[in-house]
């Protein structure tokens, strides 16, 4: 197989050539473009929708919630599938996912135009919601335990670093979508409690990628049968096939587990902060409104929008200086990430200029390109090939735990600072320093 250099030991993993790692993340463009359209336009959704401020944290709750169950199921499942006409191991639940999602991203923006009341539209957009998380959770899985499947030690921050590159792409294109339909004519605005076209078209936009890129990804990679994989990782062919207690794999998970899960706690609830209150803060600090239904405020959505593919782009090209860095300074470039992008939220309670907000989310776009490449790479270096998809399925509760606890503790914090959706940037500038510094407890191991 030409896409493999071949080596003739019994046990470690082989080279992969450059395609073949580009080939393994390729569909992760598309699953982060609806991941992003998700999160840059669901408060301006749900506020378009009728949603109280106030109560944004509960549709917020229902896509982590969903990920901390979804992730570990799929990896769970896909440890012991072995499907070769759908593409092996990790490749089945990425075509199942990607037709619920594409489904999903067609009826959201509409959850508006159905003729329900207020309360039904909302319910129906949560419910929407939910099922688009699941489904992103399935699809987007996959590429996660493929690269730690297939990846040997010396090229895993690579393809982690190409991930995180098209995981970026894909957020530039979602984010960007809506300003540029608004500049070459579709209406930016709608009626009372319906999502405007610019909005409409870019999730069927993404939708349209998303079946693309995922397509590409499952007709190009060809997964290691489990007789293969076994003998690369050193491990028996029964291995996978052993019961898998989640709270016994917990107990036995290697430190490196738990201490970056720290780092991830403090990380992702600030991100929460980020895509929950964004609109509204550029909406109230730099075009002075609350209406959600003024030009004003979808104006600042389309602003966010673009902010969020510089944010992207930032994360893009310190990526491709992270991959260079070399694997015993990981730490280090952990921490200066996250520090920077601390400094990032901070900014935006401040500023009132919407062109100064592009240095703070370019700050935070360094932060987002540590917390995408360090956190898998040290993980994954840290586990052996047995139970790889159940382990990274229970480190996404890294990822998911914190946005449900931000979201919870929201609704006491956003009365608390005078309801102002600014100051919570401040809180997530905390939690992302805390974050910065927690990094120094993390042991580095390899298998």
């Not at 890129?213 to 291995?239: C, F, N, Q, W």
């Not at 956003?414 to 939690?431: E, I, R």
Request: glycine share 8%; charged share 10%; with cysteine.
């Amino acid at each position: 197989m030409s896409d493999f250099k071949q080596t003739p030991v019994k046990h470690g993993l082989p080279d992969l050539s450059k395609s073949m790692i580009w080939m393994l993340s390729f569909g992760f463009l598309g699953v982060q473009t609806a991941f992003a359209l998700q999160s840059s336009q669901m408060s301006r959704i749900f506020q378009t929708l009728g949603a109280d401020p106030h109560s944004l944290g509960w549709f917020f709750i229902l896509p982590p919630l969903f990920g901390m169950i979804v992730q570990p199921i799929v990896g769970h499942f896909s440890d012991r599938t072995w499907m070769p006409k759908l593409g092996g191991r990790r490749l089945p639940y990425l075509i199942y996912g990607t037709v619920i999602a594409v489904l999903v991203m067609i009826f959201l923006p509409n959850s508006g135009s159905l003729g329900l009341s207020v309360t039904s539209a909302l319910l129906f957009g949560a419910l929407m919601i939910a099922l688009l998380d699941v489904s992103s959770n399935m699809a987007m899985q996959p590429f996660k335990m493929m690269v730690g499947d297939m990846v040997n030690d010396k090229q895993k921050s690579y393809a982690y670093g190409i991930q995180s590159f098209l995981s970026n792409t894909g957020a530039v294109i979602a984010t960007i979508l809506p300003f540029v339909f608004a500049a070459v004519g579709l209406s930016n605005v709608a009626a009372k409690g319906e999502v405007p076209q610019t909005v409409v078209v870019a999730f069927y936009l993404g939708a349209a990628l998303l079946v693309f890129t995922s397509t590409l990804t499952i007709m190009k990679v060809k997964e290691y049968d489990p007789e293969t994989y076994a003998r690369y990782h050193g491990i028996s062919t029964d291995a996978n096939k052993e019961k898998a207690n989640w709270f016994t794999l917990l107990k036995e998970a290697p430190k490196a587990f738990w201490t970056v899960s720290l780092v991830q706690f403090f990380c992702w609830f600030a991100f929460q902060y980020l895509w929950t209150y964004s609109a509204g803060a550029i909406a109230e600090n730099v075009w002075g409104t609350t209406d959600a239904a003024s030009a004003g405020y979808q104006a600042a959505g389309n602003w966010f929008g673009v902010l969020s593919a510089v944010q992207s782009v930032a994360a893009v090209a310190c990526s491709y200086v992270l991959a260079k860095i070399p694997a015993e300074r990981n730490k280090q470039g952990y921490f200066a990430t996250l520090l920077l992008g601390a400094i990032g939220f901070a900014s935006v309670f401040f500023v009132t200029n919407q062109y100064a907000l592009v240095v703070s989310y370019i700050l935070v776009g360094i932060a987002w390109a540590g917390i995408l490449t360090y956190p898998l790479t040290i993980v994954t270096n840290a586990l052996s090939g047995k139970h790889m998809g159940t382990y990274l399925g229970l480190f996404n509760g890294s990822i998911c735990m914190p946005q449900i606890v931000a979201s919870l503790a929201s609704f006491a914090l956003f009365p608390l600072l005078g309801s102002h959706q600014g100051s919570m940037f401040l809180v997530a500038a905390v939690a992302l320093l805390l974050g910065a510094f927690s990094v120094f407890v993390i042991k580095e191991t390899h298998q």
